[in-house]
Structure formats: C-alpha cells, structure tokens
C-alpha cells in the first residue's frame, strides 16, 4: 500500500520535502505520490495543512 493525496490538496508543496524517499511530485492540479516508491512512513500526512493525505 501506499500513501494518496486527495482532490482536497491545495498544490502547497509542504509535503514534498517531508518525504524521506522522495516519492512526492507535483501533478496535475495537486500533488502525488508514487506508490511505487512510498514507504509508508507517514510523514507526509501530518505535515499537510490541509489533511489531504492518508493511507491508502
Ligand atoms: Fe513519503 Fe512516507 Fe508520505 Fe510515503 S508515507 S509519500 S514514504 S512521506
């Protein structure tokens, strides 16, 4: 499983920099995560103002 940034994502970029393995980009209209590369960690989840983050 992996992490997933909802519609609710204000394109802030604060999550980006939390990730530890660099599995956050911008998108199309909000940010994502690569599910490929995400650990789980859950780092990127409490650092999002706006609670657009959760497991998956
Ligand atoms: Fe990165 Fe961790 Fe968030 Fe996955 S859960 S996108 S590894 S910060």
Redesign the pocket.
Known sequence: M??VISNECISCGT?EG???????SQGDGKYE??AD?????????GACPVGA?SEG
Do not use: K, L, Q
């Open positions: 992996a992490h999550c939390e990730c530890p393995v660099g599995a956050i995560i690569n590369t995400c650990i789980d960690c859950g780092a990127c989840a983050i």
